[in-house]
C-alpha cells in the first residue's frame, strides 16, 4: 500500500481528554488529517466503517467492545485500514495480544507525545512500532519464562468467548448476553463452562479478575 500524502486518522478512547489529546497532537502535523472519533469500541468499528480513514488508533481498554476487539474487527471487515494501539499497560501480554489483533504498533500513553506521531508514520509505511526496548524486553521475559517451565501459550479463548467474558465480567446476565451477541442464553451458558474450563476458574469473580488483567474490563 503506498503511504498517502495525507493520513485521515480516526481516534477512538472513552476518556474526552485523551481523545482531544491526541487530535491535537497529529492535527499539528501536516500529513495528518483527523477525521473522526469514538468513545468506545463499538462506536470506533461503526465509525470506521462510516468514514474509512486510512488509520484508526485505538485505546486497548474501552466499554463494549475492547480496543483490541475493535482492531480485530476493523480488521475483518475492512482491511485496508491499519490499526495502531494506545495504552496505559507495559504489559506483553497486551502487547501480543495488540500484534494478534492485526495492529501494527503499540504506543504508551506515558509517552504519547514522543512516540505517536513516529508511531502513525511508521504504521503508514508498513512498519510495526513498539515503544523502545519492548522488543528485546518481550523475547527475554518469554525465553526465561519458557526455561523456567511456565506457560507462555497465547490466549486460550476463542473471540466469541472472549465477548462472553467481557459481557460477564461487566456482570450483564445471560439473557442480557444472549440479547447482546444474538445467541440463546443456552450457548451463552456453554461458553461460559468452557471459559471456566479453559482458564481453570470457578466462578464470575475469578472472570472478573482476569478480564480486567486481560484489559477487557476497567477496575
Not at 57 to 72: E, F, H, I, K, Y
Amino acid at each position: 500500500m503506498t503511504t498517502p500524502l495525507v493520513t485521515t486518522v480516526m481516534v477512538a478512547d472513552d476518556h474526552a481528554v485523551v481523545r482531544h489529546g491526541v487530535r491535537s497532537i497529529l492535527s499539528a502535523q501536516p500529513d495528518f488529517d483527523v477525521v473522526g472519533d469514538a468513545a468506545d469500541g463499538k462506536e470506533a468499528v461503526d465509525r470506521a466503517l462510516a468514514l474509512r480513514p486510512d488509520l484508526v488508533v485505538l485505546d486497548v481498554s474501552m466499554p463494549r467492545l475492547t480496543g483490541l476487539q475493535a482492531a480485530a474487527e476493523i480488521g475483518r471487515r475492512a482491511a485496508g485500514i491499519r490499526t495502531l494501539m494506545l495504552s496505559m499497560h507495559d504489559d506483553e501480554q497486551f502487547l501480543f495480544e495488540a500484534l494478534r489483533a492485526g495492529a501494527s504498533g503499540y504506543v504508551l500513553k506515558s509517552a504519547v507525545d514522543r512516540d505517536l506521531v513516529d508511531a502513525c508514520r511508521a504504521t503508514m509505511r508498513g512498519e510495526s512500532f513498539l515503544y523502545p526496548d519492548a522488543i528485546a524486553a518481550l523475547v527475554q521475559d518469554r525465553l526465561a519464562r519458557a526455561a523456567a517451565g511456565d506457560d507462555v501459550s497465547v490466549d486460550p479463548l476463542t473471540p466469541r468467548e472472549t465477548e462472553v467474558l467481557k459481557l460477564i465480567a461487566e456482570a450483564r446476565t445471560s439473557q442480557q448476553i444472549a440479547g447482546a451477541l444474538t445467541i440463546s442464553p443456552k450457548t451463552v451458558e456453554n461458553h461460559r463452562a468452557s471459559i471456566l474450563e479453559k482458564l481453570g476458574m470457578r466462578d464470575r469473580v475469578e472472570l472478573t479478575r482476569y478480564a480486567i488483567r486481560r484489559g477487557l474490563v476497567q477496575p
